[in-house]
T-cell receptor, first 114, second 112 residues
């Protein structure tokens, strides 16, 4: 298995544009998480899925953000009408629901909003 | 969520042991202590976890105080590849697959 992958790795966009990121989890993992990380801070939780069901959303996830996992495999995170404050690293992680420990993280997508 | 406190930064010489402390004075009896690290330009990666007893794996050792209010991550022989931000995180045993709550961690610099 190649681990969690994320695309694109970098995205530069202008304020007001929409962006979409993709996460492919480890194949047998049924839980998928999105986190956001700004410079000098630890990652902050955004949302998570078990299979295709979105089970929790952080208050950080404004209505401009939407995440989907339509077939319980890959997930997308869309940000509409981007703002400069959305500039951050967006991290995806996956785990098996039956497991009691490790979350496996992807390399992240770095978003820069100009 | 129970909170952890870590030093902002530490330095260590290459090939020497490193002891990274974490205070968690409000830990509950069922909280596991987890450590993750984040190398530059990468996502976090799991290092080790424990509940009460000291733990060893191929990456590190975890020493847990008897009252569980503090713990220490031990890298036995630091290499340049161990330069990273190290996060100490508490996870409730009753909610093992809940989100991770990261603090700001300890930035470890390895001096050649």
């Amino acid at each position: 298995d190649t681990g969690v992958s994320q695309n694109p790795r970098h995205k530069i966009t202008k304020r007001g544009q929409n962006v979409t990121f993709r996460c492919d989890p480890i194949s047998e993992h049924n839980r998928l998480y999105w986190y956001r990380q700004t410079l000098g801070q630890g990652p902050e939780f955004l949302t998570y899925f078990q299979n295709e069901a979105q089970l929790e959303k952080s208050r950080l996830l404004s209505d401009r953000f939407s995440a989907e996992r339509p077939k319980g495999s890959f997930s997308t995170l869309e940000i509409q009408r981007t703002e400069q404050g959305d500039s951050a690293m967006y991290l995806c992680a996956s785990t098996q629901a039956e497991s009691t420990d490790t979350q496996y993280f992807g390399p992240g997508t770095r978003l820069t909003v100009l | 969520d129970a909170k952890t406190t870590q030093p902002n930064s530490m330095e260590s010489n290459e090939e020497e042991p490193v002891h990274l402390p974490c205070n968690h004075s409000t830990i509950s009896g069922t909280d596991y202590i987890h450590w993750y690290r984040q190398l530059p330009s990468q996502g976090p990666e799991y290092v080790i976890h424990g509940l009460t007893s000291n733990v060893n794996n191929r990456m590190a050792s975890l020493a847990i105080a008897e009252d569980r209010k503090s713990s220490t991550l031990i890298l036995h022989r630091a290499t340049l590849r161990d330069a990273a931000v190290y996060y100490c995180i508490l996870r409730a045993a009753t909610l093992p697959n809940e989100k991770l709550t990261f603090g700001t961690g300890t930035r470890l610099t390895i001096i050649p």
